[in-house]
């Protein structure tokens, strides 16, 4: 089982390169700024798998359960910002 | 290979599966909001599934209550950013793509 949850999370270490590209050259800021929030949900999950693989899931649940805040509150405070100070304006 | 097993590894099937459309979808849509369409929408179904999976994999525990707990803020939290998001694009005088423009 723990070569399933590897693969799962090479899977979505692929993804995140994909999405590298559009956080390269992403023609604006806000499509910068989804690909980022793209990115944080799918690190939420390989550390989750990280915490599985090491057999260490209630130090990992914590970490994600942190990171999944900060990541919503970045994104708030970031589109908070950018609402008035963006390229477009 | 007992339930909770075959269940497990459904619900990380479908996860990885609506984690690949969602990208797709962010990297060949036309516009900023038709991108946020897709991962706000992909991203918030695929980590519910996995997060779900993997409380499966734990079993009944204070650590799958966590996992449950991230699941259920993450199901509420990923549409308000999207919405935060969006109305930021908006707000700073993007426009939605039409149909005979250029791709932005």
Redesign the interface.
């Known amino acids: ?1 723990n070569e ?2 590897l693969s ?1 999370g090479m ?2 270490c692929v ?1 995140v390169f ?2 590298l ?2 956080v390269v050259f992403g ?2 800021v ?2 910068r ?3 980022l ?2 990115i944080g ?2 690190t ?2 390989i550390l ?2 990280i915490g ?1 693989l090491y057999n260490r ?2 130090m990992f ?2 970490i ?2 942190v990171y ?2 900060l ?2 509150i970045g ?2 405070a970031a ?2 910002y ?3 100070q ?4 | 290979m007992n339930v909770t ?1 075959i269940l ?2 459904l619900f ?1 099937a479908g ?2 599966f609506f ?2 459309t ?2 797709i979808g ?2 060949r849509f036309p516009d ?1 909001f038709s ?2 369409h897709a ?1 706000g929408k992909g ?1 918030t179904l ?2 519910f599934l ?2 779900v999976g ?1 409380g499966i ?2 079993g009944f525990s ?2 799958s209550l ?2 449950i ?2 699941a259920v ?2 199901f509420l ?2 549409p ?3 919405h ?2 969006s ?3 908006f ?4 426009k939605p793509w039409l149909k005979e423009e250029k791709k ?1």
């Open positions: 089982m399933y949850l799962i899977g979505l993804l994909l999405i590209y559009r023609p604006g806000f499509n700024m989804v690909a929030s793209a949900t799918k939420l999950i989750l798998i599985f899931v209630d649940v914590d994600s359960m999944a805040l990541n919503l994104t708030l589109s908070k950018l609402e008035t963006g390229e477009n304006y | 097993d497990f590894v990380m996860g990885l984690f690949t969602a990208t962010l990297l900023f991108r946020l991962t991203d695929a980590v996995s997060l993997l994999y734990e204070l650590t966590k996992i707990f991230i803020f993450m939290a990923q308000t950013a999207t935060a998001i109305r930021a694009g707000r700073s005088g993007l932005s």
